[in-house]
């Protein structure tokens, strides 16, 4: 068809027909550039998560000025999915995401008029951020707040004031820490700051319920009494059916131990003393001797003269005394014993055994309890596995009840790129789709209506007057006959007064 004769057809249709074409053209052409505007659209990806509003701004900033197209929405911000990678590793030698806070880098932007007091407050912001940044790498902590108050050291003053410390955690929902891991994140912050004592630190939720509360020993030990006896109960539960499992078969036997322990610390100190021992300790012997005696001689000058003396007579007197005193020592022993503590005191066990199944003559398994020779025999082996002791009053309950063994189905795991081939396959499956549907309702019925030649207008015959007919047939040919009988046909009055002229009656 020649673009010529085209024209002239659509010339020929009516107002309501070129407005309707119009319209469906319009339609057609601004369905195919939305698709390919889509198609056209990069995929975009999640840069990065949960940010701070410091980072998120920072990160946006420089997407700008990278002149890198971006979408910021509550989850995050996403990128195009081909430049996700290398725009992390852009950023991250940037210093970007800063993770919440300032850290150690607020020492790259001191200048020379940088005051003492103005780099101390600096120190403890970087300090303060740092913890941030360390606490909030952890799995359960969501965000997180460090307030520190470091009292400055003066030589004027004899009081001592410690630093202080406080922590606030926004943890991931239906996330609990455990005293442990609270104990952790004070140590943590303790062993950071000089001179800070793990008492002064507070650790806090965002609900405002404090997680280190100070309690007394025998409560402090409870969580770690309960992990304790919560282990040993599961090691016997394990031996047990480690041991059993391969006479009754997998996943056939169900064990539950339960542990009484003893944590009572108990310290005792004798002594002993032995009686028949004695040994001598110090001995202390005291002689004392006095002897007095008296001289007689011619009295006189002579006699009392040193070496004249003439001894006409003697007497004798002497005192003898002597002390012995002997100390003994009693033989003793003395001995302080410490009792171990987590002593088990009892055990009971109950296992449930699985029976064996015998299929009938319908294709139905019939069960079969365990005899009573296997538990007793399986008891025996239970008691052998956990160490039972008649001393501590241990007990075993072995049962043999039916129960259904449920097969443990492990779905092999999609492989972490899969939306990158199913996005892609939906995006171009639905522009293939709109287009067919573009070209079956609407370009094809155009082109169809383009091709279809317009109905010739309805002329409506002349049929001639009575004078006419009768001028002859020379001045005005006849029309044809099926031409007759269709006026005929719409015109019936005048087709019978045209009859009646002919005939030669009145009208």
Known sequence: MALKDLIDRIQDWDSKRKLTALTLMVVALSGIILLITW????????LYTNLQPDDAGAIIQKLKEMKVPYKSTQTGILVPSDQVYELRLQLASMGLPQGGGIGYEIFDRTGLGTTEFVQKVNLRRALQGELSRTIRSLQEVMDCRVHLTIPERSIFTSLDQQPK???????????????????????????SVEGLSPDNVTVIDNKGNILNTKTDDTTALTTTQLEYQ??????IEKRIISILTPVVGKNRVRAKASVN???????????IYDPDGQVVRSKQKLTERKSLASTAGVPGVQSNLPGRTTRTGKS?????????????EISKILSHVVKPTGVIKRISVAVLVDGKYKEDGSGKKQYIPRTEEEIKTYEELVKKAIGFSDERSDEVKIVSMPFEVQEEVFQAEPEKDYMRYIIPTVKY???LLLALLILLFIVRPLMKALKTPPPAPVR????????????GPERRELPSRDEIIEWAK??????????????????
């Open 230 to 235: 919560r282990a040993i109960e599961h090691d």
């Open 39 to 46: 198609a056209q659209a990069p995929d975009y990806q999640i």
């Open 490 to 507: 719409e015109n019936p009055q005048k087709a019978a007064m045209l009859i009646k002229k002919w005939m030669g009656g009145n009208p």
């Open 261 to 271: 322990i003893d944590f009572t610390k108990v310290e005792e100190t004798q002594e």
């Open 316 to 328: 004798k007197a002497g005192i003898t005394k002597e002390t012995e005193t002997v100390n003994y």
């Open 460 to 471: 409506q015959p002349s049929y001639p007057s009575t004078a006419e007919i009768e001028a």
């Open 429 to 431: 499956g639905t522009i």
């Open 165 to 191: 410390a406080s922590v606030l955690l926004k943890l991931r929902p239906g996330v609990k820490l455990t005293k442990r891991q609270v104990q952790g994140i004070v140590h943590l912050v303790a062993s």
